[in-house]
């Protein structure tokens, strides 16, 4: 079965660099959400889109902006980067026409700041 | 209001039970148990949803006290297989809100 694919899998940017991340949900998903966990912590919720729109907003940076496309990806788009943005960065998707509660993790995509 | 899980860790011989915990002090609508291995992606194990219901996945079930605000998840006859961190989350058809997680390892 087709899972949630995420780009590029490994990122390393340097300090004030801009990073773009990826995710591309289960066919027929129409629900994206992206996740942020650090090392040895639980994922934190940061933004989902539904139908293209902003659905849920968590604790997500100014410097951090996302958007989803007409064909359901999204893009998480980070600026300015700090140290403490190194983390993994989960998308999952979920369809409300089927179990909406049902999240599907991504492989994720490691950013490291250097 | 994230939920709080325990044990924080157990060790256990392959072939021995296990129960982990979560609870909230705010009403659950729904509890959502994932298990993740290190620096892999959270995999869903199940959800239990308000209205009551105990589910099973294998050889792991999960029941869901709503008056408690409470879900348990209940491995049995662990594998190796099943270490890893287990999560659960609350949350509806939008955020989930994770526990801190609860790092479950198998011995041979």
């Known amino acids: 079965a087709a899972g949630v694919i995420q780009s590029p899998r490994h990122l390393i940017k340097e300090k004030r660099e801009t990073a773009t991340l990826k995710c591309y949900p289960i066919?027929?998903?129409?629900?994206v959400y992206w996740y942020q966990q650090g090392p040895g912590q639980d994922p934190q919720f940061l933004i989902s889109?539904?139908?293209?729109?902003?659905?849920d907003k968590g604790s997500i940076p100014d410097r951090f902006s996302a958007q989803q496309f007409s064909d359901y990806h999204s893009e998480l788009n980070m600026s300015s980067l700090e140290l403490g943005d190194s983390a993994l960065y989960f998308c999952?998707?979920?369809?409300?026409?089927?179990?909406?509660?049902?999240?599907?993790f991504g492989p994720g995509t490691r950013l490291t700041v250097t | 209001q994230q939920p709080v899980q325990s044990p924080q860790a157990v060790i256990l011989r392959e072939g021995e039970d296990a129960v982990i915990n979560c609870s909230s002090s705010?009403?659950?609508?729904?509890v959502h148990w994932y298990r993740q291995k290190h620096g892999e992606a959270p995999v869903f194990l199940m959800i239990?949803?308000?209205?009551?219901e105990q589910k099973g996945h294998e050889k792991i079930s999960a029941s869901f006290n709503e008056k408690k605000q409470q879900s348990s998840l209940y491995l049995t006859a662990s594998q190796l297989s099943y270490s890893g961190t287990y999560f659960c989350?609350?949350?509806?058809?939008?955020?989930?809100?994770f526990g801190k997680g609860t790092r479950l390892h198998i011995l041979p």
């Open positions: 066919p027929r998903h129409d629900t």
């Open positions: 889109f539904y139908e293209k729109m902003q659905s």
């Open positions: 999952a998707s979920s369809a409300v026409t089927g179990n909406p509660y049902e999240q599907y």
């Open positions: 239990l949803l308000k209205g009551g």
């Open positions: 705010k009403a659950l609508y729904s």
């Open positions: 989350g609350t949350g509806g058809d939008d955020k989930i809100i």
